[in-house]
């Protein structure tokens, strides 16, 4: 499988090279994304692709069910590079409906290590129980859920301080939350985007849009 991932990568770098000769070339020499995108590690929502961006325009972090860890040294790390070493604009915190941590998250089973990663999404199943109580059946209750967690993911960005000092220094930075269908391939806006001088500590305490 490994020799067909080569052969894959070799024939992918011909075919770009041969439509654009400079290709890598100018993306050895530049790294300026206008994009930090905070997404799921699920294999079917690449970043580049869904977004129909190029490698060089998005600079992404991916972890399970695209959770806002206040404590993950990874996340916040990648976030400080992008926004002091490469001043991205936009930042998006994207889930996607059918994740597969969101259902671990619900389910009455033991998950290991990611139980413990998982907390956040169960912490806020409690929080919205009434809300969720509305949909018509689990899966339903699990996409809600999915928005809810990319909501509250949007909160924490905006709550480090990485985004508080870059927006007491006059950096216009946007946080966005963005949902992804894996039936139709469409990314949904939650209207949730948060701007320099528009954050509170008790934003978005509100039901994302549909």
């Known amino acids: 499988m490994l020799s067909d ?10 075919r770009r090279h041969a439509e654009e000769p400079d290709y890598f070339t100018r993306l050895a020499a530049l790294q ?18 869904v977004a129909g961006l190029d490698p060089g325009e998005v ?6 069910a695209n959770i806002v860890h ?3 040294m990874n996340l916040l790390s990648a976030l400080e590079f992008a926004v002091e070493a490469l001043h991205v604009r936009e930042i998006i915190v994207c889930g996607h409906y059918g994740c597969g941590g969101v259902r671990a998250a619900t389910e009455d089973l033991p998950h290991g290590l990611t139980d413990h990663w998982l907390e956040p999404i169960r912490r806020l199943a409690r929080a919205y129980a009434v809300d969720l109580g509305r949909e018509p059946d689990m899966e339903g209750r699990r996409d ?15 709550e480090t301080p990485i ?4 927006w007491s220094r006059g950096a216009n930075i946007r946080v ?10 469409r990314l949904r806006d939650l209207d949730c985007s948060i701007g320099p001088g528009h954050f509170q500590s008790d934003h978005l305490k509100h039901e994302p849009a549909q």
């Open 144 to 158: 809600r859920l999915a928005e809810f967690n990319v909501v509250e993911g949007v909160r924490r960005v905006c």
């Open 70 to 72: 206040s404590s993950d």
């Open 5 to 14: 991932l080569l052969a894959r990568n070799r024939d992918w770098s011909e």
């Open 176 to 185: 966005h939350g963005l949902i992804y269908g894996l039936m139709d391939g």
């Open 32 to 49: 300026a994304p206008e994009f930090f995108w905070i997404g799921c590690s699920d294999s079917r929502v690449p970043a580049n692709v």
């Open 163 to 166: 985004l508080q000092r870059a």
């Open 59 to 64: 600079f992404v972090h991916r972890n399970v």
